[in-house]
């Protein structure tokens, strides 16, 4: 079902927006834009069809979709999607943080909704194409980025349950300061045992929308504990620390004078493998730390809490970056990390790498920075 179809970027239809906002208008949006709440003028668009594959692309103005009533992924749920950053460089032009990865992990996360898979290239030509033509809603304030929200939808009309013929790929990008109000605070979070993310054999490892309705419940408990994020245990014993809602989890840990980065293991199928934790991973591993990927059980996180070896914990993704977390919850009490409003000096360290690579600060050893053609 995989189309062979490779859309080049010479063959996007541009459709400029009739009334796009105005330079005071943008301007004023891009003050303070919370995350996910601002929008750019265009979107990118590619339909497919069982028949033709992927076919038409288009930047078109950004409007509300007309979707049949009986389009597949309103009953059956069929959508994925992805979440990447662009960053405004200091020569002005704007790279995408290693796209390459995200469009893979579309793939996959395609495979297994039983969706047709978008080549990397198309999909690396879509985002680039979208910011192309709304490069100037790219922030140029250090701590603001350029969210892109690739995303893909069963469009076809049938109510059947089986793979649909036809579906609609989008990229739309939104302006977006700091992921937490609060900042780069330490974050509390809820460790549940009532509900779990995915099972062994499910949609874990697919950035599906499934998966986030599923944990919408439980994140508002873990909102009702004073929690920003819900810590996910594995379904089978809860017992062992997978990720937060939206991000994967680190831990640093002392050994002797040593200190050991630890991350739960993705192996199982049930994490989602996050691009940023791969990429702290290396640059622990070139820092010169113990990096260990590997089954956490929750009770080892207490103890080491508990006995003063837990010296740090962070949580990492695209939107929070790396986040200190400061304070565990669970149906045990309260395990208070840090009472220290700054960030740990190992996650101070990894941010500090990772974050000077996308901003083009440092210098790019791994090639995971990609200059948006024409922005230069
Ligand atoms: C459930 C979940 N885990 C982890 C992550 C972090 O992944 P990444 O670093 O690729 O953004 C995300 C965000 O995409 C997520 O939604």
Redesign the pocket.
């Given at each position: 079902m995989e189309s062979e179809t490779i859309v080049t970027l010479s063959s996007f239809l541009v459709e400029p927006n009739p009334r796009p906002a105005t330079e005071a208008e943008r301007a004023q949006k891009m003050v303070s834009p919370a995350f996910g709440t601002v929008f750019t003028d265009h979107i990118a668009m590619i339909p497919w069809h069982a028949d033709r594959g992927w076919h038409d692309p288009r930047i078109t103005a950004r409007a509300s979709l007309s979707l049949d009533p009986a389009a597949s992924v309103l009953h059956y749920g069929q959508a994925v999607f992805?979440?990447?950053k662009a960053y405004r460089q200091p020569d002005g032009s704007v790279a995408t943080f290693r796209p390459n990865?995200?469009g893979e992990?579309f793939i996959r996360s395609c495979e297994r909704m039983a969706m047709p898979g978008l080549p990397v290239e198309t999909f690396i030509e879509a985002t680039d194409r979208l910011i192309l033509q709304d490069r100037a809603w790219v922030p140029t304030h250090p701590e603001h980025t350029m969210y892109l929200r690739p995303l893909m939808i069963a469009t076809e009309a049938a109510l059947g349950v089986r793979r649909a013929q036809e579906y609609l790929f989008l990229v739309q990008a939104s302006p977006t300061g700091p992921y937490f109000a609060s900042g780069i605070r330490p974050i509390a979070v809820w460790a549940s045992r009532e509900y779990s993310?995915t099972a062994p054999g499910g949609t874990g490892m697919a950035?599906c929308a499934g998966?986030?309705a599923a944990?919408l419940l439980p994140q508002e408990q873990a909102r009702s504990k004073g929690c920003s994020q819900v810590m996910w245990l594995d379904a089978k014993e809860h017992r062992f620390v997978e990720?937060?809602?939206?991000?994967?989890l680190f831990f640093v840990l002392a050994h002797g004078s040593d200190k050991v980065v630890v991350t739960p293991t993705i192996e199982g199928g049930t994490?989602?493998?996050?691009?940023?934790?791969?990429?702290l991973l290396e640059l622990a591993r070139e820092r010169g730390y113990r990096v260990e990927e590997r089954l956490v059980p929750f009770d080892e996180v207490l103890s080491a809490i508990a006995d003063g070896t837990m010296l740090e914990i962070f949580a990492?993704?695209?939107?929070a970056v790396v986040t200190p977390v400061g304070r565990v919850l669970s149906n045990e009490g309260e395990h208070v990390v840090t009472e220290d409003e700054q960030m740990g000096p190992v996650s101070a360290e990894l941010r500090s790498a990772l974050v000077s690579i996308q901003r083009g600060t440092a210098p790019d050893t791994h090639g995971w920075m990609h200059t948006v053609p024409g922005t230069g």
């Open positions: 992805e979440g990447f990865a995200h992990r993310r950035k998966n986030y944990s990720e937060l809602g939206g991000m994967n994490l989602l493998a996050g691009i940023t934790r791969a990429s990492c993704g695209t939107a």
